[in-house]
């Protein structure tokens, strides 16, 4: 079994490695500093961390074991986030409301929206199952190990989330222009696009095709 300084390092690089890299949090974060400012941001940026703290803590006290029993649940999981983040993609390419035109629709993730988010989240969850694995290895009960699991990733994952917020707010400023915020929007959009392709890519049936040679391959 591990000592507490023996898995410290590695369990800090990977919160900090999992939290900052892009991600649907992530980019749904910096698109809503970008459509609101860092204020508006705030309960979206909280629901988030203290939903993936939540998931973190349920993963590392066994849920994660009995969803991994149950190999429908994270295709279930996959596939309602892919949908709903393209449908934020589709969202992204409306043209921008305007005072004569609002858009009762248009407003920040709420904080209980960006808690429940995590529990389809398919990134979250793989944070959540590698540091519940990495914190097996601790010669600890499962309630302290959890405990450490939970202020040490959290602790992390909080900054890392916060600066693609903050970024985006950073960049709203430079958005003014219709051409380059229409150039930013389609470029989000085709990044929620690619996240939920990938999201859904591993469930996908495999296709055959005929070789050359004449035999039957099956593939991806």
């Known amino acids: 079994m591990q000592t507490v300084l023996s898995l410290l390092p590695a369990l800090m690089s990977l919160a900090f490695v999992s939290s900052i890299t892009p991600g649907p949090n992530n980019i749904m974060l910096m698109n809503s500093g970008v459509r609101f400012g860092l204020r508006r941001t705030a309960a979206h940026l909280a ?29 279930i999981a996959s596939a309602a986030c892919a949908l709903y983040l393209l449908w934020l993609a589709v969202r992204m390419l409306e043209p921008p409301p305007t005072a ?9 993730m ?9 529990w389809v989240n ?11 694995t990495l914190m097996a290895q601790l010669e600890w009960s499962i309630v302290p ?12 994952n909080l900054p890392c989330i916060f600066s693609w917020a903050l970024l985006g ?4 400023r430079h958005l003014a222009r ?10 989000m959009a085709g990044l929620l ?22 035999t039957l391959a099956i593939g991806r």
């Open 100 to 108: 004569a035109a609002p858009d009762a629709r248009l407003r920040p």
């Open 169 to 172: 707010a950073q960049l709203r």
């Open 145 to 156: 190990r959890t405990a450490l699991l939970v202020v040490v990733f959290g602790a992390i």
């Open 193 to 214: 696009l690619a996240t939920a392709l990938w999201m859904i890519e591993p469930y996908a049936p495999p296709h055959q095709h005929v070789g050359t040679d004449g």
């Open 122 to 132: 398919p990134k979250a969850w793989s944070m959540a199952a590698s540091g519940a």
């Open 178 to 187: 219709p051409r380059v915020r229409l150039l930013f929007s389609v470029t």
């Open 110 to 118: 709420r904080f209980v929206d960006a808690v429940l988010f995590q």
């Open 47 to 75: 629901g988030v961390s203290i939903g993936f703290c939540i998931l973190l803590a349920a993963a590392a006290l066994g849920l994660g074991a009995l969803i991994a029993a149950w190999p429908a649940a994270a295709a």
